[in-house]
Structure formats: structure tokens, C-alpha cells
């Protein structure tokens, strides 16, 4: 017989050990990542690595991140409770489970149908009822619901940020995008939108699957 798994043990090293030992210090980002049941959103047959320190493959080619690059991102966002955050690339759902934890306002955009489909039921299933799911291009950005005040894109962009994401950043608001012609040259960039100017930012090296691009 298999021994039984204490997740919420594993889950509370992976906090102690990958996160918060690297550096990360944000509270409510320290608290959303003990609080995410991260094995529901990896596939069934990863769950034991769930808490790993590594990325996981989640089917058609796309990767849920290594959870500390998923900490860090978030904490370069300075989340408030009362952003209205955009997420570009919802994949298996766990980094909008964490915005969600920490915002109220959540939406999310995928551009594969099958991702899609699971990511939603999987929140739904844990009630994340507030968070907003959309199948479609995120490079478009949500212009309904815009702007908001915080944007995270979890897929590289080959030379910059989309404009249209930037236009629907709110004035103050930040936005934090993976960019590189290869992925050896990806890094994060940081964008702070200011009244007369965006500022922006270089930061960690990373490795991300590309943006797809659909004409
Ligand atoms: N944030 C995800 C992991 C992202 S993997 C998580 O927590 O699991 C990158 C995701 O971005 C993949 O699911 C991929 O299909 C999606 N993606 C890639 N290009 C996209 C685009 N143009 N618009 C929306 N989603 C996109």
C-alpha cells in the first residue's frame, strides 16, 4: 500500500524552503501560497510533485512555473485587495488562484481550449467564483473590463510588451511580463505606468514556453 502524503506539510516547507528562505517577504503572497491547494491544479499523475522545487509540464506543451518564479512574480506585482488584476496565460489556474486569494477582482486569459476547460472547473470546483476566466488572445488584453491595475503574464514575449496591455494598465499600475528573442535571453520586465510615462524595469533572468501567436 502507498503511504499517505501530508500535502499541507509539503506545502508549508515549499513556503519556509522556496520562498520565503529566497528572499520573498510579501505577506499576503507568503500567505496565499500556503493557502493554494497547489496538487488540484497539476495533473493528476504530478500531484506527489506538486510541491517540488521545479516547474511541471500541464499537457499541450505549456508548464505550470517553479513555485518560487510564481512567488516572485506575484510579489513584483504589489498586490493590494482592491486591485482589479489581468493574468495573461491561466494555464492549470494556480497563479490566478493565488491573485485571488489576495484580490478580489481576478480575471484570467487562455488561449487553449483545453486549458481552459480544466482550469475552470478545477476554481469553480474550489470555489473560486470570483475569478474571471476568458478563452481567447491575451495579447488583445480584456478591454471590458479594463483597466486594471496590475497585469502578470505567465508566457514570453519575443521583443516587448503587447502595447495594448500597457494602454490598459491604470494610470500607477503595474505590470510584470517574461521577454526574450530566445529563452537563454528571457528576462522579467517590470512596467510602472506613470502619468506622462511607463517606466520600465529589467529583473530576473527566467524561462518561459513563447506567447502564442494567433492572426
Ligand atoms: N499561469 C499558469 C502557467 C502559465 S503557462 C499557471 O499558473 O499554471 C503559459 C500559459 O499561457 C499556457 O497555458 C498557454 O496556453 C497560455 N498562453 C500562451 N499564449 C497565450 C496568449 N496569446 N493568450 C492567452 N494565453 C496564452
Redesign the pocket.
Known sequence: MRRKVDLAALRHKMVVEQIQDRGVADQRVLQAMETVLRHE?VPYTKARDAYGDGPLP?G?G????QPYI?AYMTELLHLQPTDRVL??????????ALLGCICEQVYS????TT?YVR?RKVLEGLDYTHIHLRL????MGWEEEAPFDKVIV??AARETVPPVLIDQLSVGGRLVIPVGATIREQRLLVFTKKKIRTIQEEDLAVR???????D
Open positions: 491544479f500541464i499541450q505549456q508548464t505550470i512555473s510564481t493574468e495573461v496565460g491561466t494555464g492549470s489556474g494556480y497563479q490566478a486569459i487562455e488561449i487553449i486549458h482550469a481567447g488572445d491575451g495579447r505567465t508566457a518561459f514556453v513563447p506567447l502564442v501567436e494567433r
